[in-house]
């Protein structure tokens, strides 16, 4: 069954460094999503990606935050600068729509530790 | 604004036993309703989703969620719990737009 891959699973840096986190979306999807799950919180959406563009982003996703999708199969979240608060699993999903009958499928989580 | 709410962080049951994880969701219109659950160190599996149609939703692994408008509510079911259901379950919804609003999640634990 087709699934969402992300690299690294654990991915640790200093405070003001820069991440790149990867995530392989399902081979036939179009719609691409980030989340992040701050440990013991609820998960977040943080922006949708749709023909090389953003469709949304939600407050979280400020200028330290960027998306890409620079090949036909990657679609990559780089935190520029990260910070403390940064820490946290970071899911990437696909979806092969949009709208009324969209269903998002989630990786397996890339858990961002900044020290 | 768009929300949901769980209720219960922490539920407990036998193995064998019935399960019910509540589930209430505010929104203008009927949203699109969605349960997830995550076992430790996996991401997020789709249990099963409502759209629109037959309020009663048949998911995987022998779960079911019942949409009740009147209640503003999606609770999560399943007749007889194994040990294997052990994980954390979210409740979420979507509007208008693909963003997911996902609910804090119960943590499910089953007891032998």
């Known amino acids: 069954e087709p699934e969402v891959t992300q690299t690294p699973s654990h991915q640790v840096t200093q405070m003001g460094q820069e991440v790149i986190l990867r995530c392989v979306p399902i081979s036939n999807h179009l719609y691409f999503y980030w989340y992040r799950q701050i440990l013991g919180q609820k998960v977040e959406f943080l922006v949708s990606f749709y023909n090389n563009e953003i469709s949304e982003k939600s407050e979280i996703f400020d200028d330290q935050f960027s998306v890409e999708r620079p090949d036909g199969s990657n679609f990559t979240l780089k935190i520029r600068s990260t910070k403390l608060e940064d820490s946290a699993m970071y899911f990437c999903?696909?979806?092969?729509?949009?709208?009324?009958?969209?269903?998002?499928?989630f990786g397996p989580g890339t858990r961002l530790t900044v020290l | 604004a768009q929300s949901v709410t769980q209720p219960d962080i922490h539920i407990t049951v036998s193995e064998g036993a019935s399960l019910e994880l509540r589930c209430n969701y505010s929104?203008?219109?009927?949203?699109?309703l969605f349960w997830y659950v995550q076992s430790p160190g996996q991401g997020l599996q789709l249990l099963l989703k409502y759209f629109s149609g037959d309020t009663l939703v048949q998911g995987i692994k022998g779960f079911e969620a019942e949409f009740k408008r009147s209640q503003s509510s999606f609770n999560l079911r399943k007749p007889s719990v194994h040990w294997s259901d052990a994980a954390e379950y979210f409740c979420?919804?979507?509007?208008?737009?693909?963003?997911?609003?996902f609910g804090t999640g119960t943590r499910l634990q089953v007891f032998p």
């Open positions: 929104y203008g219109a009927t949203p699109y």
């Open positions: 979420a919804s979507k509007g208008n737009t693909d963003k997911l609003i």
């Open positions: 999903a696909s979806s092969a729509n949009s709208g009324s009958y969209n269903e998002q499928f």
